[in-house]
């Protein structure tokens, strides 16, 4: 690794730091920072510290209210509709995934949806959070309009993530978290930027949606679904269940405070849905099954040229821990950006930052210590 | 069109006929052969009459009882856990898909799992019958064990389908329902037979597990997931939901009073969720709503050589209408086996059938009459 790598408190600290002088209350930029550093940890830089830019930039401009005041639209005991009040995102989706585990134990399932949500950062942050506490959950999100149906051209949907996360009982929980386009954009504005010549198969077509390979012809505003109409298909439920359903902005319509529409729109809508494994028949084994079924898939033979054979997010998962150990890689425009910002703000640097609260394992908004594997 | 078309009823009829002499209830004969036809008429033959073969087969070695009985595990309201008695996987799954729509109209959500449960057919029949009335489902069921894990040669899953159905105002409802994996097995193998050179990549690996697109060294043992590594986590979803969280059997662990096992398994599990749009705030106009966005779609400008975008399971439904009118197109191999079965049964030949209730559109377990588009 080229990056000089920094130890996660530090990078939350900073990070937290920059979003007071910002004018957001400790306690919320303390959140954001830790779903930004658990991003980073878990190798998914495009949700890490790399977007203190963008909040930075709306909270500036007006977009993002630097205080988040979460409202409850309407409360039906197993379904609730919240407002997130065009604030910091992860403040309403950590309000929002407490309470959809909270009614799932009363009602054995629950759907909170909220509107009026900015950027959550990665969704896997509020899956394991309530996986920590024995609850399954599917979180779903959709956002600016600009990438095109299936076999189209016009922009309708965003990259529409979906995340799980399954309680087990010895094991930590499985972690899934993808985005439903095959990748990024900025992965192939990567590939544009080194000059590479060809992109794998299925990740673009040019501007009239043909499909290609060539890097160059490759267009962004294009980006393909992942596994061609069945990527398409998760991610138009996606599009229903956080946008449609939680009454928000989906497809073309808009519904938001916000004047900013289409492919520019900050507020997204979400769906938490939570359940209860012990509220199932036979649930109170369920964990203790999980644990039996992971254990099936990682002493599963691997295919030749693989090393071992994982979970969905053990990837991460892995790499979380030895970055807890060994720091965070950051890339050098992060680094600069962050220094920019701190500088601006009268924030101290990157490098003087000192730990306040010990490790990102602890604190009310961590995801909690994991088990080993 | 090389082969002959039958008329929807027709293949109906015929279908019920052999499966009550084999000893199924006329009415759950009506039903099964209603889901086989249905599969049919979208196109998805590998799910119709031709299925007929391995429930003819499975009843007569008692794998399968022709008398089903669907017995209720433990009812808590919300969650419910049904077993199907190793009967026909059809009729349980009409059981439960009812069952879940009802509670998800006392409970807002509800999810019923089922284990003991042979064959479903396709899926998308319950999640649609379910949205038919309403209501949200989606539809997950596991089954024997022999694709693997991502990256791993021990088959621990099975294609591990998943369905759901979103119940629109003046639109059909969006059907959506896949594999996990790439493709079926017998993609591969029709490929083998035809003699073809090359499958496309991502379908199959070889025996060693190695990306191949040479169809001679493809492995039917060793099916893709779709999109790779995120269709595996999907898989992976299903795998819990219909298998772990059922209580049925999953991964490598059997819980079946059938005696076979591993990749022979006939019991499956399977997991109904369902959600009662009008449960949730402001949910009274979501099928309105749901009607904005499939408008969205079917307007998006199409990319170069694609004549409409589509949403997601159109073409099936669109093929459907279509072979309601013409008929459907049934493979030698299809007719020839209904035909030797009709005869060592004593039933009358498959064009000999008189329609007994009109079009499949009519009937308690028809999905109902569907609007244009």
Redesign the interface.
């Known amino acids: 690794m080229d990056e000089p790598a920094v130890s996660a408190p530090v990078l939350r600290n900073h990070c937290q730091a920059i979003l007071e002088a910002l004018g957001v209350p400790p306690a919320d930029a303390a959140l954001v920072a830790e779903t930004l550093v658990e991003a980073d940890l878990r190798g998914v830089h495009s949700h890490g510290a790399n977007l203190i830019a963008l909040y930075v930039q709306r909270i500036r401009s007006g977009h993002i209210r630097p205080v988040t005041e979460v409202a409850t639209?309407?409360?039906?005991?197993?379904?609730?509709?919240l407002d997130g009040g065009l604030g910091l995102g992860q403040v309403a989706g950590v309000a929002a995934v407490d309470l959809a585990v909270e009614r799932a134990r009363r009602?054995?399932?629950?759907?909170v949806?909220v509107r009026e949500l900015t950027h959550l950062g990665a969704l896997a942050f509020y899956s394991e959070r309530a996986a920590r506490r024995g609850v399954?959950a599917l979180v779903l999100q959709n956002g600016p309009a600009f990438v095109?149906?299936?076999?189209?051209?016009?922009g309708?949907f965003s990259t529409n993530p979906f995340s799980?996360a399954?309680p087990a009982a010895t094991h930590p929980p499985?972690v899934?978290d993808?985005a439903?386009t095959?990748v990024a954009g900025n992965k192939i504005l990567l590939a544009k930027k080194r000059g590479d010549e060809r992109i794998p198969?299925?990740w673009a077509?040019d501007r009239?949606?043909?499909p290609t390979t060539s890097t160059a012809d490759a267009s962004i505003d294009?980006l393909q679904w992942?596994?061609?109409?069945?990527?398409?298909?998760?991610a138009?439920?996606v599009?229903?269940?956080a946008?449609?359903?939680a009454?928000s902005s989906?497809?073309?319509?808009e519904h938001t405070a916000s004047p900013v529409h289409g492919k520019d729109r900050v507020a997204k809508g979400a769906c938490f849905?939570a359940?209860d494994?012990a509220?199932?028949?036979?649930?109170e084994?369920?964990a203790t099954?999980?644990d039996?079924?992971i254990d099936?898939?990682c002493?599963?033979?691997?295919?030749?040229?693989?090393a071992r054979?994982?979970?969905?997010?053990q990837l991460e998962h892995d790499l979380r821990a030895r970055r807890l150990a060994e720091g965070i890689p950051l890339a050098a425009a992060t680094r600069a950006e962050l220094a920019r910002f701190a500088e601006e703000l009268g924030v101290g640097p990157l490098e003087e930052g000192v730990a306040m609260g010990g490790t990102t394992d602890e604190g009310a908004g961590s995801p909690g210590e994991r088990g080993g594997r």
Do not use: C, M, N, W
Request: aromatic share 10%; glycine share 18%.
């Open positions: 639209v309407e409360d039906r005991g197993s379904t609730v509709l009602h054995g399932l629950a759907g949806t399954i095109p149906p299936f076999g189209g051209l016009t309708i799980y399954l499985v899934f993808i439903t095959a198969e299925g077509t009239r949606g043909r294009h992942f596994g061609g109409h069945k990527g398409y298909g998760i138009f439920l599009e229903v269940l946008g449609v359903l009454d989906f497809g073309r319509t849905l359940l494994p509220a199932f028949p036979q649930g084994s369920f099954r999980l039996a079924l099936d898939v002493s599963a033979e691997p295919a030749e040229g693989v054979v994982l979970l969905p997010g």
